[in-house]
C-alpha cells in the first residue's frame, strides 16, 4: 500500500480496520464434515454494531476477505453478498488490502470498493 493512498484512509473522520474474514469458511469446514450455519450476516453485524459503537465511517479490510483461494465459485458470491451488501449499506467508504485467499474479487468489487495493492 501506498503512503499517500495510506493516509487518504486515515484521513476518514474513523477508521475501523479489520483481517483475515475468510468469508465462507462454513464450506471448507464442511468438506471436513463440520458443519455450521453460514456465518456471513453475523460477521456483517458485529462489524456494524463496532461501527455503531464507535462511530466509525470508514472499513479498511486487511486481507482475506473470502475463505476459497481459488477464485469465486457461485456459493462464495452468495456468502460475500450477504457479508458485504449490509456493510455497503452503512458505511461510507470501505477499502480492501487483498490477501492470498482473494483472487477473483476485482471483477465482484469493481465500483463497490477502493482496492488497495499490497507491497511486500
Known sequence: MKEKELYSLLQAKRGLFSSDIHDGFEEHLASRGVHLPSQSSTMAERLLKI???KGCDSLIMLGDVKDY??????KAIHYLNSFINPLLKEFKHISIVPGNHDAGLEPFFL???HLLEAEA
Open 51 to 53: 461501527k455503531e459503537s
Open 69 to 74: 483461494i481459488m477464485g469465486m465459485e457461485p
Open 111 to 113: 465500483n463497490r470498493f
